[in-house]
């Protein structure tokens, strides 16, 4: 049942983002669609299309996601229930846990329906079939994102205040943003990682090449060093 | 074998910075008895209960609740299992209906009542498919006090219950506890209330400045707690009064009132002694005896 509660406890943040996610997507897509006539002669348009979709849906991502994380014991405290929670018969560690799961279950499904509906749209009105391209979308999103769940998660586990938390928490984003934007820093920024600029090929608008694996893994493991922590803070905080 | 108390802590001390809020706390509460815990704002009574329940760790000493010790996250967990806790603020989930709140907190709990939830929802008149947050103060007392009583605890402790009751709700509840002590749930309650604390209580504890400073039942005070007042035919010089029983002193004028809690017919003939031109025993409420002790 702490699933059940973790699920009511976002669901109204969850569908708004999810609602607005899709709407930003499909726009980009339809409205790249629509210019499809004067770029006959590029094949690959409705990849451009999807790639630039893509950018605009891994900003919107990050601050959905930015804003699903917060909540949990600390909001509970500010406004006085985190009492009833404690009490419960389940450890801190437990509740962490399934804040933590349910946090990257709906960051996988904004991103995988996002790309769902980019895809379908993208091939009514023309031609992007590749899965693979896809694919590799979704692994940047989803895996080089999850620094920005982990963040988000730390952040509401620190600071208290309804406000205060997201605002230092997409601070902090958007400062690594612009400091990591240019070379030769930019091949640490996670956001690079996300849009997968990097990895794109501008003949085809496709992105390939070897996959990261290495800076992905790092890019996990900073996650879960971040999840971890903040695992660590809640188990010692004291209510 | 001696059955172990239901809350029992061992010089317990929480300290803020430099402010100590609880002091070497020695506390033992019996099971299957309903004990009021007392004492001023700040006193210490919240932050004590927060120990128990493991939402704080004690700076030094120990405690157990339910034989369960309350800094092992491991054990805390299994004693919340057996333990209903209604907070101070008894704020709830907003987002969640009454119904769905009910559900939530049923499913930790096997032993969970329904025909005490069904009972307690038609009596509070509570309803299920309002959200929390819609619900008026009073009503989320009755909610948090239905999730407390119907899972059966084996210890229910309450801070403040009555807050934002209205007479007849002060009533259900006060009768809703005596009637889970009779089924063999230990009851430990805080409150300011002290009329409240006085009906239903088997035994108090007072809290000052997070040191226990009275440990005592009900019946005692009422057999025993006595205010004496005795009138001299003379203005006692330099008076003072040694006497067993005898906790507090006031001199005014002829009149010396005395604050007794046993040895009545000693100090009854000590004042005859001395020629008390009047003497006067009245026994002491628990109000009387609060502000006595934390006074002193």
Redesign the interface.
Same mark, same amino acid.
């Not at chain 2, 704020?91 to 969640?96: A, H, P, Q, T």
């Given at each position: 049942?702490l699933w059940?509660?973790a699920w009511? %406890?976002t669901?109204?943040r969850f569908l708004a983002a999810l609602g607005a996610i899709l709407l930003l997507s499909s726009f980009q897509v339809l409205r790249g669609n629509g210019e499809a006539d004067r770029h006959l002669l590029s094949l690959s348009w409705h990849y451009e299309v999807l790639h630039r979709a893509h950018s605009s849906l891994a900003m919107l991502w990050v601050l959905a996601v930015s804003l699903l994380m917060m909540g949990g014991l600390i909001r509970e405290m500010a406004?006085?229930?985190s009492?009833?929670t404690?009490?419960?018969?389940?450890?801190?560690a437990q509740l962490m846990r399934v804040r933590i799961g349910m946090g990257f279950l709906q960051a996988i499904t904004l991103a995988v329906a996002a790309w769902i509906v980019m895809f379908l749209l993208a091939n009514l009105g023309g031609d992007a079939r590749s899965l693979e391209n896809a694919g590799w979308h979704l692994l940047l999103l989803v895996v080089g994102g999850s620094v920005f769940v982990s963040w988000a998660l730390l952040v509401s586990t620190l600071i208290p205040g309804e406000y205060t938390a997201p605002a230092v928490c997409l601070g902090v984003v958007l400062l690594v943003v612009i400091v990591l934007g240019d070379p030769p820093l930019n091949q640490w920024s996670p956001s690079s990682l996300l849009t997968g600029n990097e990895y794109l090929n501008r003949r085809t608008m496709m992105l390939g090449g070897p996959i990261p694996w290495v800076r992905l893994t790092a890019t996990v493991a900073m996650a879960a060093l971040m999840a971890i922590g903040a695992v660590k803070v809640m188990?010692r905080r %004291?209510? | 074998m001696t059955e172990l108390p239901a809350i029992q802590t061992h010089r317990l001390s929480k300290w803020y910075g430099r402010t100590e809020a609880v002091r070497e706390l020695n506390l033992s509460v019996a099971r299957n008895r309903i004990t009021g815990f007392l004492g001023r704002n700040g006193a210490g009574k919240t932050t004590t209960i927060?120990m128990l329940?493991?939402?704080?760790?004690p700076t030094s000493g120990e405690g157990s609740v339910l034989g369960k010790k309350i800094d092992d996250?491991?054990e805390s967990?299994?004693m919340?299992?057996e333990?209903?806790?209604v907070? %101070?603020?008894k704020?709830?989930?907003?987002?969640?209906t009454v119904g769905?709140l009910i559900?939530?907190?049923a499913?930790?709990?096997p032993d969970w009542q329904v025909d005490v939830e069904q009972t307690l929802l038609k009596k509070y008149e509570l309803p299920v498919s309002r959200k929390v947050k819609a619900l008026s103060k009073g009503m989320h007392t009755k909610l948090?006090l239905l999730l407390a009583f119907a899972r059966k605890p084996k210890l229910l402790i309450l801070d403040e219950p009555s807050g934002g009751l209205d007479p007849v709700g002060v009533e259900e509840l006060l009768e809703g506890l005596v009637s889970l002590c009779a089924q063999g749930t230990t009851v430990f309650f805080s409150s300011h209330q002290i009329p409240e604390v006085e009906r239903v209580a088997d035994h108090v504890c007072i809290l000052e400045h997070g040191r226990l400073v009275a440990d005592v039942s009900l019946d005692e005070i009422r057999q025993s707690y006595r205010q004496i007042n005795v009138v001299f035919p003379f203005e006692p010089a330099n008076f003072q009064v040694k006497l067993d029983g005898v906790s507090k002193v006031e001199t005014r004028g002829r009149q010396v009132r005395l604050f007794a809690t046993g040895h009545l017919e000693e100090i009854v003939n000590w004042a005859r002694s001395f020629e008390a031109s009047a003497i006067d025993v009245t026994p002491l409420g628990l109000r009387e005896v609060f502000l006595k002790t934390i006074q002193e």
């Open positions: 049942m059940y509660k009511l %406890e669901r109204a406004v006085g229930a009492d009833f404690l009490a419960l018969p389940v450890s801190r188990q %004291e209510f | 927060k329940l493991g939402m704080m760790r996250p491991s967990v299994a919340r299992r333990v209903a806790y907070s %101070e603020d704020r709830l989930y907003g987002y969640m769905q559900r939530f907190t499913s930790f709990y948090a």
